[in-house]
């Protein structure tokens, strides 16, 4: 199974800076087979970017993802209050499709 | 408005049996295949089955195969997750997840979750 590592653990950042999460996968993943979720406390995950750099419904274009093989980045340009959440890479190129353990943003 | 609910979470001992329904609105849900991800306390997320629209394929991760089963009812516009000789570390809060396409498709909606413990 590929092996999802996500870095920082945790992100000290304050509103209006520029975040970059880092998600590096244990053998090479599709660019096409890459997303990003985010998960605010008690709520559920929510799809924000796949195909390495592709935003979902709704997502605003703060958000922007990067990367092949096995390095991705999640950017996003100017955090907004609601940013602060923990953020999950996921690959669902090979089987069992597996999540990174999650990077925390947390207000500074 | 796409909707997932999800429910029948609960206490159950070691090696007990429970049955998870994840009731489906706001989409043509016969058309769409369907996950479990589950999420342990204070732990990130890990995919638990894999069922599409027609109920065939159908995956589980290793972890699960052969105690848990997978179903729908299209007709009903629910999906079901039977969950047999639990372990203590099934405990999780557990999402359906609408998957856009194939299983090599992201899970672009999620219900709130229902939570799993199992203690004795």
């Known amino acids: 199974e590929i092996v999802l590592t996500q870095s920082p653990g945790t992100l000290s950042l304050s509103p209006g800076e520029r975040a970059t999460l880092s998600c590096r996968a244990s053998q090479s993943v599709s660019s096409s087979y890459l997303a990003w979720y985010q998960q605010r406390p008690g709520q559920a995950p929510r799809l924000l970017l796949y195909g390495t750099s592709t935003r979902a419904t709704g997502i605003p274009d703060r958000f922007s993802g990067s990367g092949s093989g096995t390095d991705f980045t999640l950017t996003i340009s100017r955090l907004e209050p609601e940013d602060f959440a923990v953020y999950y890479c996921q690959q669902y190129d090979n089987s069992p499709n597996t999540f990174g353990q999650g990077t925390k943003l947390e207000i500074k | 408005e796409v909707q997932l609910v999800e429910s029948g979470g609960g206490l159950v001992q070691p090696g007990g049996s429970l049955r998870l ?100």
């Not at chain 2, 638990?48 to 991760?61: A, E, F, K, N």
């Not at chain 2, 089963?69 to 557990?94: G, I």
């Not at chain 2, 979750?113 to 199992?118: Q, S």
């Open chain 2, 21 to 120: 329904s994840c009731a489906a609105s706001g989409f043509p849900f016969s058309l769409y295949s369907m996950s479990w991800v589950r999420q342990a306390p204070g732990k990130g997320l890990e995919w638990v089955s894999y069922i599409s629209s027609r109920s065939s394929p159908i995956y589980y991760t290793d972890s699960v195969k052969g105690r848990f089963t997978v179903s729908r009812d299209n007709a009903k516009n629910s999906l079901f997750l039977q969950m047999n000789s639990l372990r203590a570390e099934d405990t999780a809060v557990y999402f359906c997840a609408r998957t856009s396409g194939n299983h090599r498709t992201p899970f672009d909606y999620w219900g709130q979750g229902t939570l799993l413990t199992v203690s004795s």
